[in-house]
């Protein structure tokens, strides 16, 4: 069975500038949620959705959305970069019961803004 | 405000030998306690998930604690190996979910 892929793995934008990731679930996964990575900070929850409703949100600015298309695939979307959004952004997929399921990450996206 | 804090940040021990890494935290109750192996470029795989009403759970060289009247858990790495070397990361959830910032470990062989 496939894992969870994320496109692209690297990305260079500069400030101001939108940017766009995707992710692919595990088959049959219908819960995806989003990561933010960075040294500093470490893991930080984004947001998830289900069945194509976003289900819970962390504490990010409105400049971070997303959304979760029929066949589970889900994209973020970050507007009007700044420095500081360059970090590792993690996607995972878990099974309709994620409370008794393990988080499946895919290997992320390097997003660097200069 | 509910935190999960990791110990030791980073940790060095030689191939063969046995380590134990923490976590405590606050959130209280929580739905359940996951430890996570992150190898560099990777994302992090599950190694444990315990619930609220479990003490410990294993999965081969790897077994996690739970003390939930401390709110400590902890990750004992038995024989260590050189594809040990990573970091590792203690998640809790509630009705959010919270990570620790990890402990690194490197093994030397």
């Known amino acids: 069975k496939a894992g969870v892929t994320q496109t692209p793995r690297y990305l260079i934008k500069t400030r101001g500038q939108q940017v766009t990731l995707s992710c692919s679930p595990i088959?049959?996964?219908?819960?995806v949620s989003w990561y933010q990575q960075t040294p500093g900070q470490g893991l930080q929850f984004l947001f998830e959705?289900?069945?194509?409703?976003?289900?819970n949100k962390g504490n990010f600015p409105g400049r971070f959305s997303g959304r979760q298309f029929s066949n589970s695939r889900s994209e973020m979307n970050v507007s009007t970069l700044e420095l500081g959004d360059s970090a590792l952004y993690l996607c995972?997929?878990?099974?309709?019961?994620?409370?008794?399921?393990?988080?499946?990450f895919g290997n992320g996206t390097r997003l660097t803004v200069t | 405000k509910n935190q999960v804090e990791q110990s030791p940040q980073s940790l060095i021990i030689l191939e063969g030998k046995n380590c134990t890494l923490q976590?405590?935290?606050?959130?209280?109750?929580?739905?359940?306690l996951r430890w996570y192996k992150q190898d560099t470029g990777r994302g992090p795989v599950s190694l444990t998930i315990m619930t609220f009403s479990e003490n410990t759970k294993s999965n081969g060289r790897y077994t996690a604690t739970l003390d939930a009247d401390t709110k400590q858990s902890s990750l004992h790495i038995t024989a260590s190996q050189l594809s040990d070397s990573a970091s590792y990361i203690c998640v809790v959830r509630d009705d959010k979910i919270i990570f620790g910032k990890g402990t690194r470990l490197h093994i030397l062989p």
């Open positions: 088959s049959g996964h219908r819960s």
């Open positions: 959705y289900f069945s194509e409703t976003q289900r």
């Open positions: 995972a997929s878990s099974l309709i019961n994620e409370i008794n399921s393990p988080l499946h």
């Open positions: 976590c405590n935290y606050t959130v209280s109750p929580f739905s359940n």
